[in-house]
């Protein structure tokens, strides 16, 4: 049974318990650890002190969090948990730079044209805008801005696919188009056609002009 933060009373050797990061790894996952570590056999008790312990343990948990003890998430950003805060709080809209939209928009119709509409988890690299965008905002506005930017993000594939649709009704996701019908359709002309309703960003359809 452990009696002390290091399991022998003394503390950790080699990390600052006194840390917010700390304070947050052993506030999600000490007392679970430890109650594990109570249960195993001798033997895999000594594999477990020559693996490090829970000082070694400790550290990798540890790299879960910022030094603020905010929780990473698999892009390395923080501020991206939604434990605890009400959709409420996390759905909002507020305002997103330009570089950001524009970022947004280019590789959304990149992805668009080079999968013909459809979307392909495997081909996008929309994980990089939004992980450039979210270090680049404050960490308690990242969940708010990235549920705007999804907004944005909808906007316009939805005008992507109403521009095709509308030079050829009978085009279907997945086929062929001809990639410069889209070559009028600004993302200026999609963000100042967008209407608020509520917490979201809505295209209203056939509101875009992008014939030559």
Request: net charge negative.
């Amino acid at each position: 049974m452990f009696i002390g933060i290091g399991g022998n009373g003394n503390g950790y050797r080699s990390i600052n318990t006194n840390s917010e990061q700390y304070k947050a790894a052993a506030r999600d996952h000490l007392a679970a650890h430890r109650a594990e570590v109570a249960m195993m056999t001798p033997e895999e008790r000594m594999l477990y002190e020559m693996l490090g312990g829970e000082e070694g343990y400790m550290k990798n948990v540890m790299k879960r969090y910022d030094s603020e003890g905010y929780l990473l998430n698999s892009s390395g950003v923080a501020g991206m948990c939604v434990n605890g805060i009400p959709e409420s709080q996390r759905h909002q809209i507020i305002n997103i730079s330009e570089e950001a939209r524009q970022s947004m928009y280019e590789e959304t119709m990149r992805h668009f044209i080079q999968e013909k509409g459809v979307a392909n988890g495997d081909t996008t690299r929309r994980s990089e805008v939004y992980t450039k965008f979210q270090l680049s905002i404050p960490k308690e506005d990242r969940l708010k801005g990235t549920w705007t930017l999804q907004q944005y993000e909808t906007a316009y594939r939805q005008a992507f696919y109403d521009a095709i649709k509308a030079s050829d009704p009978n085009w279907e996701l997945g086929r062929p188009f001809d990639s410069s019908i889209l070559r009028n359709l600004s993302r200026e002309d999609i963000d100042n056609s967008l209407v608020r309703s509520g917490n979201r960003l809505l295209l209203p359809r056939n509101t875009i002009d992008c014939t030559v």
